[in-house]
């Protein structure tokens, strides 16, 4: 039966007071113990106090960051948050200002020509132990990149230069690259061909500058540490404790430090949960928070400032054009066009206001001639119409000589909204046009294996970009771009990205970016979705906070803190 | 000091003679039997065990009774918590607008009126107003709360360029609600001014003809013209966050969750209890050998061995892989249980009865099976109730590497974990297969209190 | 007993051994190219960045480097981030995650054997129904939702206090340790309540209990010295390994509290292929695992005189 003799034992009393009591004493020794680890972690030096969101009096702001900056080499930096760091404790010859202009930063002058560019620094930009930032400086930083051994990925960025390829390839030596310091202030620089948008580029943290004998005095293990690095920019870097804690304060050697109106930075919480960092918001604990779809209701509720930017970057579903794949066949690609809907994917499905549905490869932000690039050159819009995505998907089992598609695959990443898309599209394609679409969903690594391999039918891609000018993206497509992982060729596209990239008149250029929009689309290379954008709540204490797409993102440098908002 | 008893004459006379001294009250029960028995007078065991059944009869029966389809996607539900079935308007289809454009020709830093270029619908609320001088563009928020008096404006749904763009068509996320709009003047440096016009708007739900027939709600599109109602899919329990039916996911997603959930933990808890006992029984240098090896079982990175299973047994993409992932959980989950058992094993081998059986002759098999694993009943249970759940959600997680089901299958584990991500907002769909999970845990804990009473061989041949 | 634990300890080494082993050549046999990144490179950066990894050299002759490497101590450079060796990243990890998993266990095994004991009591009782009421949401509730209800839950108490009583993530003064080990603790404690109720309901009524109070122990003495000592071998044998898994398995709790601990790079760096931390970790997991079965072993002859170690 369900009772036990324990019941009416006058035993159980005892036992359960026996049981309190130890209930008691144990608490107590937790407590202990929680004391004990607590008095030992902070003697071993961990962690250290913080304090609230905004400090009005030492102009101190706290934030979080999304992960731990990997790689703060700014010869071999590649991801977001190395580049952020990076774009607050150095700079570069040139900068953005708030406005998103190129205006001076250690160069004071700078002429681009079709050959080449001369850029002349100012005489009072300085490294943060207080020797000044020269030409060589930047001649060496841009050697180090190019040098093999170093093995840095962004050193395609550098191709421009002369000689640039030859010496990244192994078949010159660095010192072969053609830029040279004239003096101690001035710095030449020959192209390999000629490069337009050259000023864009070197504001671009690939191309900051690093001091040889400091880079060589710490023996491989430049920035690794805090002590590991120079600093000429607005900030520097005072504490670093790997995966826990960043620290930026206003670096007294920077040239332009009266424009720089907050002393510290500082970022003690180290994570990706979007919640997390939303809670720490509500907490008072940091000055900004990104928000996913979940948070929103609660942020309308709580009545908070709300801003929105765009992070430049597009998302598209990719093509296999190698000819045993049925996506190389142009009917079924263009059936697939005629039912794909950025709309309905954005407006119902991922439903986040930052998100804007794509029409184009190139995206909404570029500039053109004179105005943006999409009023001047305007993309074919292709509506959803199933009668014709039927008609063509009719000419595609024709061409194939097949009764009924076989199943294809969709390749994507593990993210929760590539997941969602992945499941959209499944369906889409099923109910409209009776297409199976079989989900490959791998990690990172798998997943970029089998993108390079050529293993998938459609793939959920993206990019974004890597200086201001619609090249970036303009030349993904090309058949030599390792990038193009479907590997369309497409002689005609090939010889218009030429033609952008050798030009320097802005009209011709425009036009060939023109022309690919149209080759694109015509051809169905690839299915826009949407252009990336973030929606995020702020402090309405702090002001100046610059967004970019290109650039640092977001900038500090020139924000300012007020009392009463 | 007890009392004399006091006596009578009665207490004298002789007894009467009883030649029924034995007598079979019942049939003798062998171990088994017994157990079934107390099994069913523990009521709540039973009512656990019904309710397993019930669940059973739900995952086979279930699919034909509620007929929606799991995978299809109600894009205008999308997240809709359980309520009412809902109607729509039949609208025209939707088309692009071309948005107003006027010359600005008053100064100031708030646009005049601003009103409904058209009826609010779900398909699109189109705004348009007057233009202001000097004005950079405007910026368009929308909130589901009043705006006033603190200026909390909302999400900026959208942005437009320009003076002279005096329009702004919103599509994002409509549901049939009431919104508050805010237009924002932004000024020559894009920033927004202070002033802001405001205007309430009142969304009905629309679809499109093309929709109702493209979707299956009608059989025969002609009948419908703009203007008519029509009713929408009914979802009793709310749909996720692609619209998808909750309840049809809940009945299919019960044939994956409840096979793992209950295969893969016998499974490896019976290898568990083999190889603990082996282990435990036998001791010395074999038990340090088997030990070894689980503990190197135990140690070996999760991540990267599913993986490499994934790999191995060529699971093509969209292929549910649902028996290799059995054969992974059972693979990499038997070393706890081993570990009990022979921990348990190790203090009962000591015991009176097993040197006293053994002197008696008793074979190892008998000993192990007949004596010492009903003793560890008490620990086995407890793992196989708690091993439940765990190969549930570890079949969400496989999913996450595109192990176990493929999408659009659902399953309960995987449910959940996408419910994680709303859980705030739309808590309906992380609750019911979290309900719907506790329920199935429950009543197999209840199930199994009730199996170690009834098997526990202490308790034999009480009432 | 010194033999023992000598005998344990060589076979431990030989495990750990093993686990490395087996464990490199499942890494290797991944696909994936651990150097291989969303923008693509040349064929000629490829080769220079498998050349400062190591990468260019047969798989065999990695793995004897590898070996090496462990026997003098140095697991290498992490792939990922280039700077930082991965001893200084399990120096400086792992001390936050053992402060949290020691908490974590702490309150596990201190909350599961009490509540369980309890539960043992009051069999069919109210408080029985209560805590494994409990149990049964502690378990069919992923952590995930716990750690993030919980930090919701201290957002509302900081909002409505006024002040900041307990700080709602981070790392670093004893404030921050409450709520982050008392969650990741929550799935143990659950497991090990069930497990001492279960234990302790067939010691109960078992025959020397019944002796020994039949002989007039004293109730407490009976308690301590008898039933718990007899019920805890269970929770002992779970908790050596829970600890390993606590410790260094603490990936959900760490991401929603900011907690810099080695959780997350047992996860990352087997999505991101970063073999040397994927094999430091390991090795280290391993050797830690192992350690702790030595002493749950050596713990079982201490607690019940009667298990004979071989």
Redesign the interface.
Known sequence: MDESPVYRDPMSRHAVRQVLWLGAIATAGFLALMVALAWASSATGGGSLVGRAIDVETKTITRALAQEPPQLDSTRATDQVSLFVLGHIMEGLLRYDASNRLVPGVAERWDVRPDGATFWLRDDARWSDGRPVTAHDFAFAWRTILDPANASEYAFILYYLKNAEAINAGRMPPEALGVTAAGDLVLEVEFERPVAFFDKLVAFAVYFPVREDFYVSRDGRYGADTEDLLYNGPFMMTRWAHGAHVRLEKNPHYWNRDTVMLNVIDMPYVTSDTGAVVNLFKDGSIVSATLGAEQLDDAMKLRWDLGRYSDGSVFYLDFNFRPERLTSNLHLRKALQYVNDPGELVNKVIALPGYQPAVSLFPAWLTGVERSFRQEYPPLTISPDLEKARQHLELAKRELGVAELPPLVLLTGDAPIANKQAEYFQNLFSRALGIEIRIDKQIFKQRLEKMTSGDFDIVAAGWGPDFADPLTYGDLYASWNGNNRGKYNNPELDDQVRIAQNSVDPRTRMDAFGEIQRILIEDAVHLPNYERGNVYVQDPRLKGVVHRAVGTDPDYSQAYLIENP | MSETPRFSAADFEAAAVDRQLQAVSRPSLSYWQDSWRRLKQNRRAFASLGMLVALGVLTLAGPFVWRLDPAAQDVNQISQAPSFPPSALIVDPYTAWSGVTAEPTRMGDVVTGLHLAEAATTQAVRLAWEPVVGAAGYVVYRSVYDQAPDRALGLPVGEVVGADRVSFEDRLDLEPRRYWYAVVVMDENRAEVENYAALVVDAVRTVSVEEAGLRGWVQDVSTLTPGDRIGLPYHPLGTDYLGRDMLARLLYGARVSLFIGVVAPLLFVLAGVVYGSAAGFMGGRVDQVLMRFADFVIALPFLLFMILFKVTFGIGPGESGVFPMLVALVLLGWPSTARLVRGQILQIRQEGYVSASQLLGARTGYLVFRHMIPQTMGVILVTLTFAVPSAIFTEAFLSFIGMGVAPPTPSWGSMANEGIRTMLSHPHELLFPAVIISVTVLAFNLLGDGLRDALDVRMRGSE | MLAYTFKRIL?GI???W??AT??FI??H??????L???????E??RL??E??YGLDRPVSEQYLVFIGGILRGDFGISF?????RVN??IR??F??SA?LG??AV??AA?GGI?MG??T?????RLPDFVI?FLV??G????S??VA??S??V??DI??SLGF?LL????????R???VP?MVLGLGTMA?LT??MR??M??I???DFIRTA?AKGL???R???KHQLR?AI??V???LG?AIAAITTGGFVVE????I?GLGRY??EA????DYTV?MG??VF??AF??SM?IVVDLL?GWI?P???L?
């Open positions: 076979q030989i495990t750990v093993f686990i087996v464990t499942a890494m046999a991944v696909p994936g190219d651990p291989a990144n969303e923008r693509a490179t040349t000629q950066i220079n960045l050349q400062r990922t981030q280039e700077n930082r200084d990243i400086e990890n001390p936050v402060t020691i908490l702490t309150f201190l009490l004991a309890l043992a009591l009051f069999r069919n494994m049964i949401l378990i069919s509730v992923p995930f939702v993030a209800l930090q919701l201290l957002v900081n909002a900041s700080p709602v993530a981070g790392w670093g003064t004893l921050h340790m409450i080990s497991y069930r497990l279960s234990s309901l067939e109960t009524s078992s109070r004293p109730p407490a009976i308690f301590l007899n071998l269970p002992v044998t779970v390994p991401l929603v509290f900011a810099p047992f996860v087997v999505q991101q292929l994927i970790t390991t997991y391993g695992l192992v079965v079982y019940d009667r298990v004979r071989e």
